[in-house]
């Protein structure tokens, strides 16, 4: 059976459910345009309730019911949460914190990742499953485990991060030069003498931080990758994948990605909060841009509430369409949600679900089926081309950036990538999500916010980038650190100085506003007083104030962090008043080669931010659209979305005729749009 134009579906879990109510939670699958279902995500223990006891039969039925009702299959492999007799016979399978605690089961997750006998137990239920199951033609696509991210610090994983880093160091004297070991008397004599970052009295060794989450990531691929090759060593053609979860910090995606037949996501964006819907455009780019050819697509969202946030705000039903057509704008091939039938046990028993515990004869149920049957009615969408501006975002520069003996905790590199991601949105910019190690192709404006840690391969290829014509602007902090956490010497921003035309001498975070010096957390022996006097801090900001080249930009206030920065030839666009830079440059930019390279060494307000991108995207020869507030626009092979975020009417300019797709309505130059009303246009009609 072909692939559907987009797939429209939900993690459904009938081992929750006595049979009687799967058929007719099939049939009403269908009728709200489902036409794939996830399913034993969970259901180890139900496969397998001792070991070796075999319970696949069900799961077979499962997979009959909904092929005899045309809809397709997300089949997972159970692995994500092991069933309590592994736990009980196998304690060393289950996973153990930096503090030494060994986690539980009756949860879930809580398997360790270098277990062999977990590994084992793995094979054995994959294998069951694939016996049985590969070939069925309901389904479409394998799903390993569930949404990787688990870390141990046990004894099984303390040797195999010794394995990994003696595949990446070679010999001892290679780890202790990169580990910086001298410092602090932590020369390794032995390789027996590494230990993961369990819990210490004070700041951990920044490298084997560093390198443990590395380890973390790989030996969690290592799973990933032992499973998809059993499904292929039985199905060569069903592609596989796993879900992520946007810019998670647990693994690396860019690593994994490459690894995927087909990039899938979990997005949960917090529907309290008006601007989520900015990060959740910047989780489906980075997907996108994970994806390249091969697609996304949205594994996981919720229709209404979640149950994990300490307070769940209920998502209204014109949101939930603005969220899911923003997501196929932005490129996805599936729109899928947790879960199809709402838990009636279980910790999850509050959160949503397309089929909510009230019935279908709810405001809630006919909503989302409406909303299936109009995603189902969309034509081929085709593919979101390539983007001309790119963000930076690499894990390790994620992980240096976020360590505890840094400058500044405040200068966090994901908020610092949504604010310069926000002004690409706003502005309508289309922008792809890149790793140091991607092409640049069709890039004119390479945006890097937060790259603290850049390796000495990358430098160069950027340099050389450069000089070729691309347009590269940093933020604060840059290129602080190479791949080992070293500190760069020299000028910085390191390797890219003299291209800049500036020596960069000291980060000069700014002072919080005076305090009572009795009320200084370090002199507290009193964690709750520490906890009270930090909390009534507060952020001093400076003036930024635009120098003659700067004319046109508005005056503005820095935020957190100021660099001493000694001009050579560059352009000043931007000068500190006030604070620890007192009159040097804040933002500046030099022409090098047949490029350019700029820097924002601070935190300026949004309007400000705003300026300074809309100029650097001038310079780039940057194509942007006129810009109307609250709307997104995006345009997706010949078709042009628009979603009005915002409660007032907006008036679009789109220059033609055009017909949007979802009401019929016909436009002649301008597309007007209520609070959160979207429209799909078809090209323009001559
Ligand atoms: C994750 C998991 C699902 C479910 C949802 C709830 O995305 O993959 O199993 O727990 O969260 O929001």
Redesign the pocket.
């Known amino acids: 059976m072909a692939e559907p134009t987009l797939w429209i579906g939900a993690?459904w879990n009938p081992e929750q459910w006595p049979r009687d109510v799967w058929r007719t939670d099939v049939e009403l699958m269908v009728r709200a345009g489902v036409n794939l279902a996830t399913v034993g995500?969970?259901s180890w223990s139900s496969l397998e309730p001792r070991p070796d006891e075999w319970r696949i039969d069900w799961l077979v039925d499962v997979l009959d019911l909904l092929h005899e009702h045309g809809v397709r299959a997300d089949l997972a492999t159970p692995t994500?949460s092991p069933p309590p007799w592994l736990a009980r016979l196998w304690p060393e399978t289950s996973a153990v914190t930096a503090e030494g605690v060994r986690l539980s089961p009756f949860s879930?997750n809580h398997f360790c990742p270098t277990s062999a006998v977990y590994r084992e137990r793995c094979a054995a239920v994959v294998q069951a499953l694939l016996d049985r199951c590969a070939g069925h033609p309901a389904v479409a696509l394998w799903h390993v485990g569930?949404?990787f991210g688990q870390t141990c610090f046990c004894d099984s994983c303390a040797a195999a991060f010794r394995v990994w880093l003696r595949e990446r160091y070679g010999d001892l004297d290679g780890l202790n030069r990169a580990w910086g070991t001298a410092v602090w008397s932590q020369g390794v004599g032995d390789w027996d003498d590494v230990l993961p970052p369990r819990a210490a009295p004070y700041l951990h060794n920044p490298a084997q931080l560093l390198d443990f989450r590395r380890f973390a990531s790989d030996a969690q691929l290592e799973l990933f990758r032992a499973q998809r090759d059993q499904i292929r060593s039985v199905d060569a053609t069903t592609p596989v994948t796993t879900?992520f979860?946007g810019f998670f910090a647990g693994v690396d995606y860019r690593r994994w990605a490459r690894e995927l037949d087909l990039v899938s996501d979990?997005s949960?964006p917090d529907p309290s909060r008006a601007d989520a819907v900015v990060d959740s455009a910047m989780s489906s780019d980075l997907m996108r841009s994970l994806g390249g050819d091969r697609g996304w697509m949205l594994?996981?969202q919720?229709a209404s509430t979640?149950?994990?946030r300490p307070h769940n705000a209920a998502k209204s039903p014109a949101r939930l369409r603005r969220e899911v057509f923003q997501a196929v704008a932005r490129g996805a091939r599936g729109l899928c949600w947790?879960?199809w039938h709402q838990a009636a046990q279980g910790p999850?028993r509050f959160?949503s679900a397309l089929l909510p515990a009230a019935g279908t004869d709810t405001r809630h149920h006919r909503m989302v089926a409406a909303l299936g049957t109009e995603l189902a009615g969309l034509p081929d969408l085709g593919e979101v081309p390539r983007a001309e501006v790119a963000l930076l975002f690499d894990w390790p520069s994620w992980w240096a950036g976020t360590q505890r003996d840094l400058p500044s905790d405040r200068l966090d590199p994901l908020a610092q990538l949504r604010r310069w991601y926000r002004v690409c949105w706003q502005r309508g910019v289309l922008t792809d999500v890149l790793g140091s190690g991607d092409a640049l192709d069709g890039v004119r404006l390479l945006l890097a916010p937060s790259a603290v840690l850049l390796d000495d391969a990358t430098v160069a290829r950027l340099r050389a980038w450069v000089r070729d014509g691309g347009h590269l602007w940093f933020g604060p902090f840059a290129s602080a650190v190479d791949e080992t956490t070293r500190l760069r010497q020299g000028p910085f921003p390191s390797g890219f100085a003299d291209l800049l035309g500036v020596r960069g001498e000291e980060w000069h975070p700014l002072p919080d506003d005076q305090l009572d010096p009795d009320a200084d957390p370090s002199r507290s022996a009193d964690p709750d007083r520490s906890a009270l006097s930090l909390s009534k801090r507060r952020q001093s900001t400076v003036a930024l104030v635009p120098t003659d080249l700067g004319a046109g930009l508005p005056r503005g206030r820095a935020d957190i962090w100021a660099e001493w920065l000694e001009v050579d030839s560059a352009d000043v666009w931007a000068r500190f008043q006030g604070g620890p830079a007192d009159g040097g440059p804040a933002v500046l930019t030099s022409a090098a080669g047949a490029g350019r390279v700029g820097l924002v060494s601070t935190v300026p307000d949004a309007a400000l931010l705003d300026a300074v991108l809309g100029r650097a995207l001038d310079l780039a020869r940057v194509a942007v659209p006129p810009a109307v507030p609250d709307v997104e626009r995006v345009v997706r092979g010949g078709l042009t979305f628009l979603i009005n975020h915002g409660q007032e009417v907006r008036t679009v300019p789109v220059p033609g005729a055009t017909t949007d797709l979802l009401s019929g309505t016909r436009y002649r130059d301008a597309v007007e749009l209520h609070a959160d009303e979207v429209r799909v246009l078809t090209k323009e009609e001559v």
């Open positions: 993690d995500v969970f994500a879930r569930n949404e879900n979860m979990d949960y594994m996981e919720a979640v149950n994990f947790f879960q999850e959160h």
